[in-house]
């Protein structure tokens, strides 16, 4: 399904693994507890473990109680296991708990960041330079076409398009995107393995194939109206900033605006009519203090170009020496160079970006002639 070679997460699940997974999994532990447990006894392990007398210090009885029984036989948590170690067998899907290498550095910085991501694709885009766009679900064609065109223009200067995969802005964010040597990435309200909405189906396989989709919710969680907001504060972490193409006073799009100012990211927005129902939320911004925006030249500028990355002099023998003049995939090439998934996804795209390598669908890569 995507073209990244395969890590711990492809093989069956760890003991610390399954130690996250039945963490996230106590009844009564949020994130924001969670958080704190970890930070008092280091791992999920240690938490789950920990003294019954020390928990209750910590506590309320409830959670203490949960926790207390947490480790005992339980055949959904195993079954539960077993499907995430079933989604984990097909190449490029990854499972990356808080403290895997991999895990983005943005989201470290949230108050209640996920214990685990389910990613499907190209996990080295959510460490590179990135940008959210996103508006209205019924967007008009003009905002369409602002939308789709902003995001390949940053795309194709190296920034990832961040999106939710919602309908409107959020697709053609998207579409922009995949353009470009950027890419895009999806975060879903949904689990990794179901696509929401259905008429995104086929959008969501081509980023999972050429960009990267993410979710922070287990497997089979279906589309919950509380979900969409909550994963508005992830888009808005994993980017440098956020522009709002069109939005409606009370859009969803505005949270996510707000959280990036919380984060200290930009926020950028394109002005409408005053007649039009979709400018008042960009208006709103821009009233508030948001950078008005009329091409992305705009937001390049002041974000020093979006600095794309660049090729390691000492890799590019060495990968342009692997690859040959046959095309070849990721994992072909990971296999011949002995790199992991992340640093060699990183070098791929800084040479994509200087020219000297293509993308081809399917997750090849060839030489560009010259």
């Keep these: 399904m995507a073209d990244t070679a395969p890590t711990i997460a492809s093989q069956p699940l760890s003991d610390a693994q399954r130690d996250w997974i039945r963490l996230e999994r106590v009844p ?14 280091g791992t999920p392990g240690a938490v789950l473990r920990a003294p019954a007398q020390r928990l209750r210090e910590l506590l309320r009885p409830a959670q203490a109680g949960a926790l207390a029984r947490a480790l005992q ?13 079933a989604w984990l067998r097909t190449p490029g899907r990854h499972l990356l708990a808080l403290d895997h290498p991999d895990y983005p550095a943005g989201l470290r910085q949230l108050a209640d960041p996920p214990l685990l991501l389910y990613v499907v694709g190209r996990t080295a885009l959510l460490a590179g330079p990135a940008l959210a766009v996103v508006g209205s679900r019924n967007a008009s064609a003009q905002g369409l076409r602002n939308a789709e065109r902003f995001a390949e223009a940053l795309s194709h200067a190296g920034l990832a398009v961040v999106s939710g995969l919602a309908l409107g802005i959020d ?3 998207h579409r922009g995107g995949l353009r ?10 949904t689990g990794a393995d179901r696509i929401y909405p259905a008429r995104n189906g086929a959008l969501a396989r081509q980023i999972a194939e050429q960009g990267c989709l993410v979710s922070e919710y287990p497997l089979g969680t279906t589309p919950r109206p509380e979900n969409f907001p909550k994963r508005n504060r992830l888009i808005s972490a994993l980017a440098r900033g956020v522009l709002v193409v ?8 505005l949270i996510t605006a707000r959280l990036a100012l919380d984060l200290g990211r930009e926020v950028y927005a394109i ?7 979709l400018s008042k939320g960009c208006h709103a911004l821009l009233r508030d203090g948001a950078t008005l925006v009329e091409s992305a030249d705009d937001i390049l500028g002041q974000l020093g170009g979006a ?6 002099a000492r890799f590019v023998d060495a990968l342009l020496d692997a690859l040959g003049y046959d095309p070849a995939t990721a994992d072909v ?3 011949r160079l002995g790199l992991g998934a992340a640093e060699l996804h990183g070098q791929l795209l800084a040479l994509e970006l200087a020219g000297l390598l293509e993308r081809l669908p399917g997750g090849i890569y060839q030489r560009v002639p010259g």
Excluded: K, M, Y
């Excluded at 470009?180 to 309200?189: C, I, K, P």
């Design 28 to 41: 009564g532990i949020g994130l924001l507890t969670a958080r704190r447990l970890l930070e008092q006894f």
């Design 73 to 85: 036989p339980d055949a959904a948590f195993d079954a539960h296991c077993a499907a995430i170690d």
């Design 171 to 173: 697709a053609a964010a």
């Design 180 to 189: 470009g040597a950027g890419s895009t990435v999806a975060v879903v309200g």
């Design 246 to 253: 069109e939005a409606a006073a009370g859009s969803g799009s």
């Design 271 to 277: 002005p409408g009519s005053i007649h039009s129902a």
């Design 307 to 312: 600095a794309p990355p660049a090729p390691d």
């Design 333 to 335: 090439l990971a296999g």
